[in-house]
């Protein structure tokens, strides 16, 4: 079927995809949180940016730290409004009368998942950017990277696995 002819279902959201729309809603508060309790114990600079090594190499404004949550937030607003429309993603099989409910689904969860990541993400990089920037980050320097990288590799495995489980 074409994309164009495809039809437009109203697909009540699967337990999953609640359970992911509440922890991207936790997420976004606490990546506006974190900034709002911690402004005021913050030097005039934040690291802005971190090497290999997780050492700070870049220092700006502490008003850069709304940068990450106000990004979070809108990109949380227009990855929720994508899941209204999933007759209009790319799928990788054919789309038919039969099987456009299931393939529908699995393109709301995929994008709903990569809206949480993406938000715990961004929290998790606030994080650290405060303790880094109160001088608390420690250790944390040195397994920051490496997690952040594993998790984007669980990210896109887990989307790849959904998008090829057989029903």
Same mark, same amino acid.
């Given at each position: 079927?074409?994309?164009?002819?495809?039809?437009?279902?109203?697909?009540?959201?699967?337990?999953?995809?609640?359970?992911?729309?509440?922890?991207?809603?936790?997420?976004?508060? @606490?990546?506006? *949180? /974190?900034? %709002?309790?911690?402004?005021?114990?913050?030097?005039?600079?934040?690291? +802005?940016?971190? =090497? !290999?090594?997780?050492?700070?190499?870049?220092?700006?404004?502490?008003?850069?730290?709304?940068?990450?949550?106000?990004?979070?937030?809108?990109?949380?607003? @227009?990855?929720? *409004? /994508?899941? %209204?429309?999933?007759?209009?993603?790319?799928?990788?099989?054919?789309? +038919?009368?039969? =099987? !456009?409910?299931?393939?529908?689904?699995?393109?709301?969860?995929?994008?709903?998942?990569?809206?949480?990541?993406?938000?715990?993400?961004?929290?998790?990089?606030?994080?650290?950017?405060?303790?880094?920037?109160?001088?608390?980050?420690?250790?944390?320097?040195?397994?920051?990277?490496?997690?952040?990288?594993?998790?984007?590799?669980?990210?896109?495995?887990?989307?790849?696995?959904?998008?090829?489980?057989?029903?």
């Amino acid at each position: 079927m074409a994309k164009k002819n495809r039809p437009v279902l109203k697909i009540p959201r699967s337990e999953q995809e609640r359970l992911l729309d509440t922890l991207t809603i936790i997420a976004i508060a @606490l990546l506006i *949180l /974190l900034p %709002t309790l911690n402004y005021g114990s913050l030097p005039d600079e934040v690291p +802005t940016h971190f =090497n !290999a090594k997780g050492e700070a190499d870049a220092w700006n404004s502490k008003l850069y730290l709304w940068i990450l949550p106000s990004l979070g937030v809108l990109m949380a607003i @227009l990855m929720q *409004l /994508l899941t %209204t429309i999933p007759h209009h993603y790319n799928y990788k099989v054919e789309i +038919t009368e039969e =099987n !456009a409910p299931k393939q529908c689904q699995r393109g709301r969860t995929i994008i709903r998942f990569f809206n949480t990541f993406d938000t715990i993400l961004f929290t998790v990089i606030t994080w650290f950017i405060i303790r880094a920037a109160q001088g608390d980050a420690g250790e944390m320097n040195k397994w920051m990277l490496p997690v952040i990288l594993i998790a984007t590799l669980f990210a896109v495995i887990y989307a790849f696995w959904i998008i090829h489980k057989k029903d």
